[in-house]
């Protein structure tokens, strides 16, 4: 058998966890990769073949349908991402397999039925990356980041949403110049994003008056405002990307997302300091169990380098670098302190369209360029061809069976 080894990563730290992963852990983990073409999770469509457990080594089977599947890299580093992000896991091993003719037979027959059933949960396709932007608490430059890195997203040619899921605290369409849209519903009574600088955008701010009636949102449940947010809301089926902007903290809004999208990430934002790096590492811990593999850290308010090139550690330094290392992810990047950032914030002109050759904008673009190639677009290019020429045979097959 040849395996495949270890994390894609420059360097590998050892990760200080004492839990033992179990089979259920891992199944669990791979029910957030999604097989692009047929829509469903791998352990649902029986492509993952065996799990066997060798304390921190995670050994997997994945059969797909033909050996020579174009969709194999994603699958694979999708697989190892997710599994990656469980604690105690150090290394995964990976054993690609092509399936046989029954094991295929059968896979056609649950894509069909899922495909019946329509068993889609929310208006977000399975195939759109999802990239949570966290951080545990406010200011530290979430929403600025979530902002920017969608634009980024989005100039690098990806169809891309913004969704502002910090329900009572929405910075995100002020940010966008866009305070002044409203959200409409469509003819299917569902609700539509608004259309700002080529992505989608859904926030409270777009439905509430004014930002002070925000406070009439403070007695809804966070966790069932996002479910209406992904269920309700007509978001373009084509999305590459969908951005998530989260709220400052906790618990059941990670725990309601990761069972809504299986397949989001996270992007942890922190600033240069300890204290933040300290909060940071609990959203991370929480995103682990919650099976969220961690795209990276991303430092902002990272320093200040001034007209004559003298660079001032206003906020301390290392906070990043550290907190990835502890995290065993890669550090995405570092924004500096930029005053492009703030005058964006305030006229709505975000410095990715302001001042897209200043520090901050050229920052956050090299991190957008990092988190797409670690979180590649959803491969076009598919087996459909081979799983269609392999339904027609079976249909001949059972034409030509007798009865
Ligand atoms: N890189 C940066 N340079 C300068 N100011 C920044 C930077 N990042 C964020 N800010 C400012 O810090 C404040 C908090 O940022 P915000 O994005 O609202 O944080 P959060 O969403 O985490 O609460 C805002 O006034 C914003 O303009
Ligand atoms: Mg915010």
Redesign the pocket.
Known sequence: MHYSHGRNTSFVVPRVRQAMVTRADVEAALRGVIDPELGGDIVDLGMVSGITIEGSTVLLGVALTIAACPMRDQIEGDSRRKVLALPGVEDVRIDVTAMTQEQRTELMTTARLRARDNAQQTMIDPTTRVITVS?G???????????NLALAIADLGHRVGLLDA?IW?F?VPR?LGASDAQLSANEDRKIEPVEVEGIQLVSTGLIVENESSALMWRGLMLSKALEQFLNDVAWDRTLGYLVI?MP?GTGDIQMALSRLLPQAEMVV?TTPQRAAQRVASRVADMARRSHMPIVGVLE???GFTTEEGRHYDLFGSGGGEELAMELAVPLLGQ????????E???NGLPPMRARPDGP?AVAIRKAAERIVALVPPAAEDTCTARIDLLARRLEQLAATEPT
């Open positions: 951080s608490k406010g200011g530290v430059g979430k929403s600025s980041v979530s902002v910090d605290g910075s940010m902007d400052p934002v902002n308010m990272s924004i500096p302190l930029d005053p492009s950032v703030v964006g914030g305030d901050a």
